[in-house]
Structure formats: C-alpha cells, structure tokens
C-alpha cells in the first residue's frame, strides 16, 4: 500500500437549509483553500474579489444552484482538531488554509428567519435544534 505523503483529508458538510445536508471527505493538499474543498465537493459560483464591500478574497454567491438573495447567504464555518467547538472564520474562504481532519461547515444562512446574528452553527436544522448546541462565545 503507498501512502499519500503530504496529502490530507477534510470533511465538508452543505447545509442547503429545508433540514437538508450533504456531507463529503475531500482528500487534498496542504496547500489547498477552504474554497478549494468546496469547489471539489460542489458547483459554485463566486465574485473572485469583494475588496469594494470590504472583504478581502472571494465570496460564494451560490452552491449547487442555491443562489444568494436579499433574505439568504452561504456562510461557513470550521471545525479544526483541538478546538472546542464550530467557529466563523475572520477571512474570506480562499484565504483560509485547510488543515488535516478539519470539518468544513457551509450553511445557507436565512437572516429574514433567523436574524443578523448567527447563533447556531452549521448543522442547524428544524429536526435537531434540542441537540444543537449554541454558544456566543464560538463566534466572536
């Protein structure tokens, strides 16, 4: 058996909101992005730079044909080895490196539902919403 020297995997999770999400194991690089995983697990479409809104790299517009609109958006979020729980990363998704076993969260996020501050993480769902955990302090 040959071993993968240097090569890593990723979960990724798609949460496209109506208590639907995928999960996928990308095997990848070191090198790759948070973007990277999802354009191996997904079709996506982006604004290459949103440097003019603020933000600093490319932004998600739509994920497998879920676009975002006035009331929705794609967020995402990570879970890395050692860390105590989901958290919004400060940087757009092409500027944040992988690292091995990190779980990648992607949620269409409804703010005209849910509101403008994001509480729940990306496994939210109106099924399992007593088993999700929330905490303020994940986010900031």
């Not at 191996?40 to 603020?54: K, W």
Request: hydrophobic residues 35%; aromatic residues 10%; negative net charge.
């Amino acid at each position: 058996m040959l071993f993968d020297r240097g090569g890593i995997k990723v979960d990724i999770y798609i949460n496209y909101g109506k208590d639907s999400i995928v999960r996928h194991t990308v095997k990848t690089c070191s090198e790759a992005s948070v973007l990277d995983i999802l354009k191996d697990a997904a079709e996506i479409e982006l604004t290459e730079d949103e440097s003019a809104t603020g933000h600093e790299g490319a932004m998600v517009t739509s994920i497998d044909g879920i676009k975002n609109n006035v009331d929705h958006c794609w967020i995402y979020y990570v879970f890395e080895l050692g860390s105590s729980g989901w958290r919004i990363p400060g940087v757009m998704p092409d500027k944040l490196e992988v690292s091995d076993k990190m779980r990648i969260g992607w949620r269409y996020y409804d703010f005209a539902k849910r509101g403008i501050e994001i509480k729940d993480g990306p496994l939210w769902t109106n099924r399992c919403v007593s088993k999700t955990r929330t905490c303020t302090r994940q986010f900031l």
